[in-house]
């Protein structure tokens, strides 16, 4: 589903499994075995997503009774990029998908007073210039840290319209932002919250995702 007014973001079905699995990980009494069963789930969906929308051409097969199947077959190359940490919580779901795919990483945090985001460390395929890249990030927040993010893509030579940005939660703040700074990007999420708090966090969110996925 394709959302207005916005260009190039790519809603999933507002279903009400989605929506079932939303109510999970929102709540802050799940625990966390619950919570990463369930937001693997909800990963799960944004890759199909994502797989969905790469471009495929014609390839016919012969079936076990000798009819021809005219069917496709994907055209290019993926990889997946992760922002460590929150990041990696989706690459599982990149592989379920994608056999033996590719995983470049990305380090950056958001500075816990500021919310400006810093970049640490980089690591990405030697030819991710000639892969489509699912650029992984449960949260768009302020979008600091995917602008940063999609720049070190940029730089190594990836074409943006090659560029899906997964996420499980973004806010309009976010989405206006990053587009402004990448518009041929595509964001491929499963909710459109209302807006930031002080600290800017997502309201209403889940909180901080790394710690609930990770730690707490
Ligand atoms: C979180 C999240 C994004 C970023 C989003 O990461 O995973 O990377 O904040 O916020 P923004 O859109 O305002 O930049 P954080 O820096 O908290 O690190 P973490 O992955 O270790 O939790
Ligand atoms: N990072 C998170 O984990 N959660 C938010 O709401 C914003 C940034
Ligand atoms: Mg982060």
């Given amino acids: 589903m394709t959302t207005e007014p916005f260009k190039n973001v790519l809603l999933l079905p507002q279903t009400n499994q989605l929506l079932g699995l939303y109510t999970i990980i929102r709540n802050k ?17 944004l890759v199909e997503e994502g ?15 000798n009819e021809k199947f005219e069917g496709v077959s994907f055209q290019g190359k993926i990889c997946g990029v992760s922002i460590v940490r929150a990041g990696e919580s989706m690459e599982q779901g990149v592989r379920d998908c994608c ?18 985001p810093k970049l640490f460390y980089e690591k990405l395929p030697d030819d991710i210039a000639n892969r489509y890249v699912f650029l992984l990030d449960p949260m768009l927040a302020t979008g600091g840290s995917a602008i940063m993010a999609t720049d070190v893509l940029i730089k190594r030579g990836v074409k943006p319209e090659r560029i899906y940005f997964l ?44 710690d609930r996925y990770y730690c707490i």
């Fill in 99 to 116: 056999r033996s795919v590719r995983i470049g990483k990305i380090l950056i945090q958001r500075d816990e007073e500021t919310a400006l």
């Fill in 29 to 45: 009494n799940t625990s966390r075995p619950d919570f990463i069963f369930y937001a693997d789930r909800i990963i799960r969906l």
């Fill in 167 to 210: 996420n499980l939660i973004c806010s309009k703040e976010g989405i206006d932002k990053y587009h402004a700074a990448f518009p041929e990007v595509t964001i491929v999420t499963g909710a459109l919250d209302k807006g930031l708090d002080e600290n800017k966090y997502l309201i209403p969110g889940l909180g901080d995702f790394g």
């Fill in 51 to 65: 797989l969905n929308h790469l471009p495929v051409e014609p390839q016919t097969v012969v079936t076990e009774t």
